[in-house]
């Protein structure tokens, strides 16, 4: 099995930053892909960005490119999300992923909130 515990989030006011990190632990194989979703509630969980650990591809939302920033380390089988100039509607529950061998694994979220 695969634990992923995500880190990072909390509130901030429209315009603020914040940086999540996740650490994978357990069985990880060294092809995989790690990225963030997030949901809130009533909506469907939507992909906020991926990357893959062999050349570094990377898909970011339309609705973050240019303010979000996904990073990992394979050697530490962590990922980051660099969120910058937050918005309203980024508010949501974020979640880690990993996707390896046919098979997906996600944390338990970690809360991002921005309000005025």
């Known amino acids: 099995q695969v634990q992923l515990v995500e880190s990072g989030g909390g509130s901030v006011h429209p315009g603020g930053s914040l940086t999540l990190s996740c650490d994978a632990s357990?069985?990880?194989?060294?092809?995989?892909?790690m990225g963030w979703y997030r949901q809130v509630p009533g909506k469907e969980r939507e992909a906020v960005a991926s990357?893959?650990?062999?050349?570094?591809?990377?898909i970011y939302a339309d609705s973050v490119k240019g303010r979000f920033t996904i990073t990992r380390n394979n050697a530490k089988n962590t990922v980051s999300l660099q969120m910058n100039s937050l918005q309203l509607e980024d508010t949501a529950i974020y979640y880690c992923?990993?996707?390896?061998?046919?098979?997906?694994?996600w944390g338990q979220g970690t809360r991002v909130t921005v309000s005025s």
């Open positions: 990357i893959t650990s062999i050349t570094s591809s990377i």
């Open positions: 357990g069985d990880i194989f060294h092809i995989n892909d």
């Open positions: 992923n990993l996707k390896q061998l046919g098979s997906d694994y």
